[in-house]
Nanobody, 115 residues
């Protein structure tokens, strides 16, 4: 069973930065892609940023230019660098990994941005 463990969430003020980490229990080369999703209260979970095994990235329009997803293959970890945070970025952030036949989720980490 694959485990994804997120860390790095917290409470920050608007304009500040956070870096989220997602550590996988096996080589991230085994996944076709990994990504970060978020879910705010009363809203559906949506994609924030994604990265393929080849390194291609994709971002939600609302975070382009502010967030950066990256991967460290030696540490089996994916990161989400979040800069210029806004109150509307407040949500639980989830790490996701997928293969052709399976999908895995982390337990989530809370990010709260105060105005």
């Amino acid at each position: 069973q694959v485990q994804l463990v997120e860390s790095g969430g917290g409470l920050v003020q608007a304009g500040e930065s956070l870096r989220l980490s997602c550590a996988a229990s096996r080589s991230i080369f085994s996944f076709g892609g990994m990504g970060w999703y978020r879910q705010a209260p009363g809203k559906q979970r949506g994609m924030v940023a994604a990265i393929t095994s080849g390194g291609t990235t994709n971002y939600a329009d609302s975070v382009k230019g502010r967030f950066t997803i990256s991967r460290d293959n030696t540490e089996n970890t994916v990161y989400l660098q979040m800069n210029s945070l806004k109150p509307e970025d407040t949500a639980v952030y989830y790490c996701n990994a997928h293969t052709f036949v399976s999908e895995y989720w982390g337990q989530g980490t809370q990010v709260t941005v105060s105005s």
